[in-house]
């Protein structure tokens, strides 16, 4: 069974939308021609010599350059002593970073990760197949890129190996629901670092990734301290 058959009988079985999502495809813009994606519309290819260049975006996403990053607290400010109790924990936090200078979690390890388009989404099968993520939230806006990632991804190996943290979303307007959904069911886990790719620009995209951020920020309001009931009496 080709790996396309294998991720169509998936979904018809298990997110039948997505299925009808790639049946429905009346016309093709973007092919697989010389193991590269051609665009008909330009006529060119997307990749410089292979849709293998894609994996450039899998490379160490942790300091890779392509890949943003986002933390709970940009600079890292000792806290007063006047909290005393935050600030203990929160300081020796800082002073290991500053000595270290490096992120303390396993190699293999990603944190709440997004990832804006998927091309031919050879980054995406081999990130799955060499790190753990704690949640993970891909968004393509074109079914053609889904439909085509579909010769290259497994999905039913990412559903089976990340249960509950992958979410996936295809086609049109991202919605805030979806982001909200994404963010509270991991308050905290996902208030710290945050990774995210964009593969391509589009509007879609952009509109997403303004959505992604603004809930972002919303979800970081109200952090309180140890201390907050002692300094409001």
Same mark, same amino acid.
């Given at each position: 069974?080709?790996?396309?058959?294998?991720?169509?009988?998936?979904?018809?079985?298990?997110?039948? +939308?997505?299925?009808?999502?790639?049946?429905?495809?009346?016309?093709?813009?973007?092919?697989?021609?010389?193991?590269?994606?051609?665009?008909?519309?330009?006529?060119?290819?997307?990749?410089?010599?292979?849709?293998?260049?894609?994996?450039?975006?899998?490379?160490?996403?942790?300091?890779?350059?392509?890949?943003?990053?986002?933390?709970?607290?940009?600079?890292?400010?000792?806290?007063?002593?006047?909290?005393?109790?935050?600030?203990?924990?929160?300081?020796?936090?800082?002073?290991?970073?500053? $000595?270290?200078?490096?992120?303390?979690?396993?190699?293999?390890? @990603?944190?709440?990760?997004?990832?804006?388009?998927?091309?031919?989404?050879?980054?995406?099968?081999?990130?799955?197949?060499?790190?753990?993520?704690?949640? @993970?939230?891909?968004?393509?806006?074109?079914?053609?890129?889904?439909? @085509?990632?579909?010769?290259?991804?497994?999905?039913?190996?990412?559903?089976?190996?990340?249960?509950?943290?992958?979410?996936?979303?295809?086609?049109?307007?991202?919605?805030?629901? %979806?982001?909200?959904?994404?963010?509270?069911?991991?308050?905290?886990?996902? +208030?710290?670092?945050?990774?995210?790719?964009?593969?391509?620009?589009?509007?879609?995209? $952009?509109? %997403?990734?303004?959505?992604?951020? $603004?809930?972002?920020? %919303?979800?970081?309001?109200?952090?309180?301290?140890? $201390?907050?009931?002692?300094?409001?009496?």
């Amino acid at each position: 069974m080709t790996l396309f058959k294998k991720n169509l009988e998936f979904f018809y079985h298990n997110l039948p +939308s997505y299925y009808h999502l790639i049946r429905n495809i009346k016309t093709r813009r973007f092919l697989i021609k010389n193991n590269n994606i051609f665009d008909t519309l330009t006529n060119s290819y997307i990749f410089p010599n292979s849709i293998d260049d894609g994996s450039h975006f899998a490379k160490t996403p942790t300091h890779n350059p392509l890949w943003e990053k986002e933390f709970f607290q940009t600079k890292l400010q000792e806290w007063e002593e006047k909290f005393f109790l935050t600030g203990k924990t929160i300081n020796n936090i800082i002073k290991k970073v500053k $000595e270290k200078k490096e992120f303390f979690f396993d190699k293999d390890f @990603l944190p709440t990760t997004v990832i804006f388009g998927l091309l031919g989404g050879k980054h995406l099968d081999l990130l799955v197949k060499k790190y753990e993520f704690q949640s @993970l939230f891909v968004y393509e806006p074109n079914p053609e890129f889904f439909a @085509l990632s579909m010769y290259f991804v497994d999905y039913p190996y990412i559903y089976d190996k990340l249960d509950g943290r992958f979410f996936l979303w295809v086609n049109g307007v991202l919605d805030y629901f %979806a982001i909200e959904k994404f963010y509270f069911e991991r308050r905290t886990t996902s +208030s710290f670092l945050n990774l995210s790719l964009t593969t391509y620009n589009h509007p879609l995209i $952009e509109d %997403a990734k303004n959505k992604f951020n $603004e809930i972002y920020s %919303a979800k970081l309001r109200g952090w309180g301290t140890y $201390e907050d009931e002692i300094k409001g009496i």
